[in-house]
């Protein structure tokens, strides 16, 4: 049976990670990390994409990622991931795949949904103790984000410009925003959606998206189907 396409939908972000097969880690040393956005940003040329947030972490990535032509994002997930597997292979002295399958995806909503997607991104190596805060971390888009350095990579989304008038004003807003953390709620929900590849927004947003795509958008519950198993959830 064919895989099912994956939900895309022009100028709507997508929420990404992939990971190591038997979360194996995918990075080894800084090169392995500095390739890997060399490729992330050739790709994203070829094929059109913005790059909103990201994050490397050991055996995985997060990205945000929009596209103004649905499945431009599909194809370059496959350029990006297939050459980075083979210099990896290459530079490593290995063979086989590195991914665990093909790489997860959310569609995500504007607004408050979108940036609660900004914040899980760039606060995921805080809540896997790897620093204390965001910007401690290197391999991340929250430096561009928080005005700290220039980054070519980093497209800010419509929704985080509007957060200031200027730069400066945008980071100070952002930096409170992140500072707020990530609630257990709002955890468990940007996981589910992300994990079931569904839409990760309000009703009327995963209404639009189910219209659009002609199929569910919207968080499956454990158990057996009742009536109101295909509502749309919010945060």
């Not at 990971?19 to 070829?46: P, T």
């Not at 194809?75 to 490593?92: D, I, P, S």
């Not at 952002?174 to 590849?197: F, N, P």
Request: aromatic content about 6%.
């Amino acid at each position: 049976m064919p895989r099912q396409a994956r939900l895309e939908i022009p100028g709507v972000p997508l929420h990404i990670t992939q990971r190591g097969v038997n979360r194996c880690a995918i990075f080894l040393d800084d090169e392995d990390r500095r390739h890997y956005l060399r490729l992330l940003g050739e790709s994203a040329a070829s094929h059109g994409l913005r790059i909103h947030a990201y994050v490397l972490m050991g055996n995985h990535v997060h990205l945000l990622v929009s596209s103004d032509e649905s499945g431009q994002v599909s194809l370059g997930m496959r350029q990006l991931g297939q050459a980075y597997v083979t210099a990896f292979n290459r530079r490593h002295g290995r063979t086989g795949t590195l991914w665990e399958g093909r790489f997860k995806s959310s569609l995500v909503d504007s607004d408050r949904y979108l940036l609660a997607a900004y914040r899980y991104i760039e606060l995921n190596p805080v809540r896997a103790a790897m620093v204390e805060r965001p910007e401690h971390h290197h391999w991340s888009s929250v430096h561009a984000n928080l005005a700290l350095c220039e980054d070519s990579l980093v497209t800010p989304h419509a929704c985080f410009i509007e957060m200031g008038t200027t730069p400066q004003v945008r980071a100070e807003a952002y930096r409170t925003w992140l500072k707020q953390g990530v609630s257990d709620d709002e955890l468990i929900a940007i996981r589910q959606h992300l994990q079931q590849e569904r839409a990760f927004g309000s009703k009327r947003f995963q209404a639009m998206a189910e219209r659009t795509l002609g199929r569910p958008v919207n968080v499956r519950r454990p158990g057996r189907p009742g009536r109101d198993q295909d509502k749309p959830k919010g945060i």
